[in-house]
């Protein structure tokens, strides 16, 4: 689940995401991803930590703790990461920083699902 204001990070997300044969679900919204989320729990969710109406980090404090305390979270954000996303009590796995290449989206994806390992 991507929930992101801007309409072109969706469409990016989605391009790079479902030829993968992963299910993108959208939320326009801080409050329309909370909806959606209460009616199915998505695997992981990339959030806009610049989003209009909700605090995002407000999102994880809002979020039922079963189960969705287990569900990664990539943050996004034009502006590099801050002491306020990592003070979170649940903080967000892993941030990608706008704009972002679709490697990077990839990248991030894969390994918050597990599906990549790191090389040292």
């Not at 989605?14 to 998505?42: C, F, M, T, Y």
């Not at 909700?54 to 994880?60: I, Y």
Request: hydrophobic fraction near 45%; charged fraction near 25%.
């Amino acid at each position: 689940m991507t929930i992101e204001g801007d309409w072109r990070i969706r469409k990016l997300i989605r391009a790079n995401l479902e030829p993968l044969g992963l299910a993108v679900e959208e939320a326009v919204s801080g409050e329309h991803g909370l909806e959606l989320i209460r009616k199915s729990v998505p695997d992981l969710i990339l959030v806009d930590l610049d989003l209009p109406d909700v605090d995002a980090m407000h999102l994880e404090t809002v979020l039922p703790d079963e189960p969705c305390k287990s569900i990664p979270v990539i943050a996004m954000s034009s502006e590099p990461p801050s002491r306020k996303f990592y003070s979170c009590e649940r903080t967000a796995n892993q941030f990608l920083q706008k704009p972002f290449a679709a490697p990077a989206l990839l990248q991030q994806v894969l390994l918050a699902l597990g599906q990549l390992a790191i090389c040292d």
